[in-house]
């Protein structure tokens, strides 16, 4: 691990005793809880951090409550306070915030604006909207999984390869340059472009199952969320990891499917009742 600082990504299974033998902090910086799409609770997610020794940003999809419930618990893990948002256009944006006051402060602006987009229905905000948002706060703006998905633009990098989101990367701060829910052709188009661009990164698990978190990390020589920030916002952190195993993967995407249920639900149900109000309403003008 000595030759880190010359080769900062690595797309290979982290040695955590050997990079804390180096003097860096390891955090994973993408993972999802039961507060979302996950199955993990969060005292067993500390529990598991604090025996593999590493810290965490929980990053549950549009949702905090996760994340400060880790903070509010964690004894000797550092919690970098953070998000992932779902946008309209399909990439997913990850927003690490220096305090969860910041962190739920943006969380109230982020729902206000939905609210106003559309108060019966449930619908996501576009990229741009969400990052200029985050520009009030002192945050890292980073775009998850870039290149991801095969077949959907959960990647802005995707999106921006199709001219979806013209001057995007104006408003991001870094890239995820390894996640572990992407195959490995996708991650090293990721790693290859934060290597060959003047631009931050970082790297997560991207875990919805308890198994999955810790398999890849992100590293800096620091002891305090805004040290470990400031890092990554410098380039002097490292992100070694890989891709989670197949068996993994496959309770993974039974996780996530299974949690699009009660939100498909929801979804139906405010459909039902928006039209149910239209209708009363154009009934009632009748009258």
Same mark, same amino acid.
């Given at each position: 691990m000595t030759n880190s600082l010359y080769?900062? =990504?690595?797309?290979?299974?982290? +040695? =955590?005793s050997a990079l804390k033998? +180096?003097?860096?902090?390891?955090?994973d910086m993408h993972l999802h809880t039961c507060y979302s799409d996950g199955l993990t609770k969060i005292p067993d997610l500390l529990r598991y951090a604090e025996k593999k020794g590493i810290s965490l940003s929980v990053t549950d999809h549009n949702e905090i409550g996760g994340a400060l419930k880790a903070e509010k618990y964690a004894e000797d893990t550092l919690i970098i306070p953070g998000i992932e948002l779902d946008t309209k256009e399909g990439p997913h944006l990850l927003i690490y915030f220096y305090t969860s006051d910041d962190l739920s402060e943006f969380f109230?602006?982020?729902?206000?604006?939905?609210?106003?987009?559309?108060p019966a229905l449930t619908k996501n905000l576009p990229v741009m909207k969400c990052l200029t948002l985050a520009e009030q706060y002192d945050c890292l703006r980073v775009a998850a999984h870039p290149f991801g998905y095969y077949g959907i633009n959960r990647g802005v990098l995707k999106c921006v390869d199709k001219n979806m989101l013209p001057g995007v990367m104006d408003h991001l701060d870094g890239i995820e340059a390894i996640c572990g829910g992407m195959i490995r052709g996708l991650n090293e188009k990721s790693m290859e472009y934060a290597?060959?661009?003047?631009?931050?990164f970082t790297g997560g698990s991207d875990a919805h199952i308890l198994p999955d978190v810790g398999n890849v990390l992100t590293g800096s020589y620091v002891e305090t969320v805004e040290e470990f920030l400031s890092g990554i916002v410098n380039r002097k952190n490292i992100v070694i990891g890989k891709s989670g195993n197949f068996l993994n993967k496959g309770a993974t995407a039974g996780v996530i499917a299974w949690s699009f249920v009660p939100y498909t639900l929801s979804y139906l149900s405010a459909h039902y009742l928006a039209n149910k109000r239209r209708m009363s309403d154009i009934f009632s003008s009748d009258k």
């Open positions: 080769n900062p =990504i690595k797309l290979e299974k982290p +040695d =955590i033998k +180096d003097g860096y902090t390891p955090a109230n602006d982020f729902n206000r604006e939905k609210a106003e987009l559309s290597r060959n661009n003047d631009i931050p």
